[in-house]
């Protein structure tokens, strides 16, 4: 018996036939992605990358508004009103978002939107509203 009649009896060979054409398969589309270069559907636009920045920032500092009140809320005792500041607003979006710079005019806005979508007039008080 020669070895390549060894290998077809013992089942060998069809696990290398099936390892090569996985490997074809794989170089195809390897050679068939750099032909494609997957681009994009619509060209970058510098209107819309900007809007997204603008759109990514006015969310996140209100995300960063709705943590500070749930953490002066947290933070206050029992019977007693929790004090929300626009500095606590800049200093969530700074270390949850990385929002170095944040305008006190822009922070103030979204606190007061906060504020009175959460209700806090009853156990807050916050420095947005001067």
Known sequence: MTISTRMVKTGKMSHDLGGLLFV?????????????????????SVKRAQAAVI?????????????????AR???ARGEPAIVTVGDVTK????????????????????????????CRMDCMTDAFN
């Open 74 to 76: 947290r933070r206050a």
């Open 24 to 44: 074809a398969l794989g170089l195809v589309l390897v050679a068939a992605g750099f032909v494609w270069r997957g681009g994009a559907l619509r060209p970058l």
């Open 55 to 71: 759109r990514d920032r006015s969310r996140n500092l209100l995300r960063s508004a709705d943590m500070a009140i749930a953490e």
């Open 92 to 119: 969530v979006a700074r270390q949850h978002y990385g929002h170095l710079v944040v305008e006190r005019e822009e922070a103030a806005a979204a606190l007061r939107q906060r504020y009175e979508a959460a209700d």
